[in-house]
């Protein structure tokens, strides 16, 4: 059996849920792991069983073995390494977001035209098993004509710092690194309607909180909490062209009473959806409300299920076995509608789409 050569940019965090899904796939052969941090390349080689470690992504591109690259790295990387990937004949599975602007995001679509090669984003909730069901009954008509959703990830203490604080690395605060998930989510679920408007505020009220004692949160593994130029919470409100409508809060920092609040809802004419924290289904029958509770493995996405779910769905899509379900011009708009949030909040306006 040929197996696909894959190598991965970027060996920090979330690198691990790339490289394990990758070595444990039979048809993947980990060729390569780059990052600059040459330390962090070759433990990761060692760790993961890879053949080549490289500080240069260019070295690793110019490498004709490699097929496929997943881009693990910080957000205002991801446009001009997938061009240069694309370019390179490379197959790329890229980490959210899929750029940190709409002008760049655009030109890695055009890049992906021009290649014929595949981009999918890496909008892994989709790929957690609850997802999954539900998108089964949806497209069965089970929720009816879906025209509203609800979805908030609120962190009371969970600004990771390091790049993650830095709006120029990041893009943004919470909205770029979780807010994304539970949009795309929800977007996802609703058929990805057209974005008609979006209005959002962000706010800059409490900072990164580094202050607060024994309490332990989770810390980029270059963690300084000396400099944070991101929001510390934002909301919005996306209406869609169909009549639909998004709402949506998320924070890195906020006096809430819980640790962390992360739900996520969808309600059609026939029936409705919590998909996290706990899933269930709702509708009625025989004149009764039900709450359905469906019986699967991983009812809240559970972390490396949905990785290895997100990584087979690439390497079937690379050996061009199936479409991918999260590609190019996803990323796009939802980098649309989060810079349209900071837009809307910065103006003090509802930001029309054309
Ligand atoms: N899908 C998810 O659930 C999820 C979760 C966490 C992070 N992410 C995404 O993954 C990406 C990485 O996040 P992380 O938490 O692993 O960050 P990290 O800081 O832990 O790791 C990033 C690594 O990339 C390396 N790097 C940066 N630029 C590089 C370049 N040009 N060439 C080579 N190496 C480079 C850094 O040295 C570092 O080792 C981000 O885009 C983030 O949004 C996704």
């Known amino acids: 059996m040929t197996k696909l050569k894959v190598a991965v940019i970027g060996a920090g965090s979330i690198s691990d849920a790339h490289l394990t899904s990758y070595m444990e796939h039979p048809e993947v052969e980990l060729y390569g792991i780059v990052d600059m941090n040459e330390e962090r390349a070759r433990a990761a080689v060692q760790k993961y069983g890879a053949k080549v470690a490289f500080t240069d992504y260019r070295e690793m591109l110019a ?3 490699v097929e496929a690259v997943s881009i693990c790295t910080w957000n205002n990387t991801h446009g001009a390494l997938s061009i240069a990937a694309l370019e390179a004949g490379k197959h ?7 750029c940190t602007t709409v002008e760049e995001a655009l030109l890695v679509e055009e890049a992906v035209r021009r290649s014929g090669k595949l981009l999918m984003v890496g909008f892994v909730r989709r790929f957690g098993t609850n997802a999954q069901v539900l998108r089964r009954f ?42 994304i998930h539970v949009i795309d989510l929800c977007w996802y679920l609703m058929g990805r309607p057209k974005v008609k408007s979006v209005s959002g505020n962000t706010y800059k009220k409490l900072g990164n909180r580094s202050h607060i004692k ?16 991101v929001e510390d919470m934002a909301n919005a409100l996306i209406r869609f062209e169909n009549g639909a409508s998004l709402m949506v809060d998320v924070s890195f920092t906020l006096h809430a009473k819980m640790k ?18 706990d899933f269930c289904i709702v509708s009625e029958k025989h004149d009764t409300i ?10 809240s996405f559970e972390f490396m299920d949905g990785f290895r779910n997100e990584i087979d769905h690439f390497v079937q899509a690379c050996l061009g076995r199936q479409e991918v ?17 900071y837009e809307s909040s910065e103006k003090g306006i509802e930001i029309q789409f054309g």
């Open 290 to 299: 039900i709450n359905v509770t469906p019986q699967i493995d991983h009812p």
């Open 63 to 65: 490498d004709p073995q």
């Open 260 to 277: 962390n609040e992360f739900a996520v809802k969808i309600f059609g004419d026939r029936g409705g959806a919590e998909i996290e924290p």
């Open 214 to 229: 024994n309490l332990t949160f989770y810390k980029a593994a270059d963690y300084d909490a000396s400099q944070n130029t």
């Open 325 to 341: 379900i999260s590609p190019v011009g996803d990323g796009v708009e939802l980098t649309k509608i989060l810079c349209a949030i």
């Open 92 to 98: 790329v599975l890229c980490e959210k977001p899929l």
């Open 138 to 179: 949806i497209d069965a008509g089970d929720l009816g004509e879906v025209y509203y959703a609800k979805a908030s990830y609120l962190r009371r203490l969970g600004n990771p710092g390091g790049w993650f604080a830095d709006k120029e690395r990041a893009g943004g605060g919470p909205l770029f690194d979780i807010g």
